[in-house]
């Protein structure tokens, strides 16, 4: 089987200007962050990102990174609006096309099916269905329901967080919901997965362990070590969601104060980022969320 282990440097050097990125995790939820915040570092732009955002998207949204975001949302959860991306959306700094989280979800299923598109009716009734990206369609039977057409949405790369890999690519993810991002990876030219922890294939147990791996191998192209890689978000059962650290990245909104922040949580290799947010042992002890 291939090692299919990367660094963070060999990572961010085989992604391009332009990219269609998808970012999975869901808001404050198992976002794969280490590579998110290696992205912000790198000198890489023009960026459509698609995601049920939270901080991965306002990171990239307060370093310029964006030409396009494709979103159902962008949420820090126990704060409602990311608030970079409120500041990056009320200044017009990037095109958007907004969607009903179902549209999200069906338009990486189509991607993930290699359809064209998937009928649905979320969206139609409001004015999310004017958007001139999207089209409607009837129903070739005898219902003839007019029905919204969500287009694929095709990615050039997934990035995706789990709690344990292998080095060939064999994931699995632990926590309570995977979300869409099985979806994200099959919609995907390139996978890349950060992992809490590196194991052997043995140690996975896929067939006891089937239901937490989220996608095969095949589909994965770059195999990163990130511990505690979802930080600030949520990866439980390793570790809860780090609000005190999320209220500090949201007042780094406030006029002047992302370049402090940014210094300090974005500019750093992960070694030092851990040890600035308070080191392994205070990441550990943090208590799963109540949503």
């Not at 704060?79 to 338009?107: C, S, T, Y």
């Not at 967080?161 to 979300?179: K, S």
């Amino acid at each position: 089987m291939i090692d299919k282990q990367i660094g963070l440097s060999a990572f961010v050097a085989s992604l391009r200007d332009g990219m269609t990125i998808g970012i999975g995790g869901w808001a404050t939820r198992r976002k794969p962050m280490t590579l998110v915040r290696a992205i912000a570092r790198s000198g890489l732009k023009d960026l459509t990102v698609v995601s049920y955002g939270g901080p991965d998207v306002g990171i990239l949204a307060a370093e310029g990174k964006i030409r396009k975001l494709v979103f159902g949302f962008v949420s820090l959860d126990h704060i409602p609006l990311d608030p970079h991306f409120r500041a990056a959306r009320q200044a017009g700094a990037f095109e958007i096309l907004e969607l009903d989280e179902g549209m999200v979800h069906w338009g990486l299923r189509a991607a993930a099916m290699h359809l064209p598109f998937l009928p649905s009716r979320s969206g139609l009734a409001t004015d999310i269905a004017n958007q001139p990206e999207l089209k409607t369609i009837r129903s070739p039977y005898a219902d003839g329901e007019l029905l919204l057409a969500m287009p694929a949405l095709r990615l050039d790369a997934a990035l995706i967080h789990v709690h344990r890999a292998d080095r060939h690519g064999n994931a699995l993810i632990l926590g309570p919901d995977p979300f869409f991002d099985e979806l994200m990876a099959r919609a995907a030219e390139r996978t890349y997965i950060s992992t809490e922890r590196l194991v052997s294939t043995e140690d996975l147990a896929i067939a006891e362990n089937a239901r937490f791996n989220p996608f095969e191998r095949s589909v994965v192209q770059g195999v990163i070590l990130a511990p505690f890689g979802a930080h600030p978000t949520v990866a439980t059962p390793d570790y809860g969601i780090d609000m005190a650290h999320l209220k500090e990245y949201a007042a780094s909104a406030a006029p002047g104060a992302w370049q402090e922040y940014r210094a300090r949580f974005i500019a750093v290799e992960p070694e030092r980022y851990l040890a600035s947010v308070g080191g392994a042992e205070n990441l550990g002890a943090l208590p799963a969320p109540i949503y």
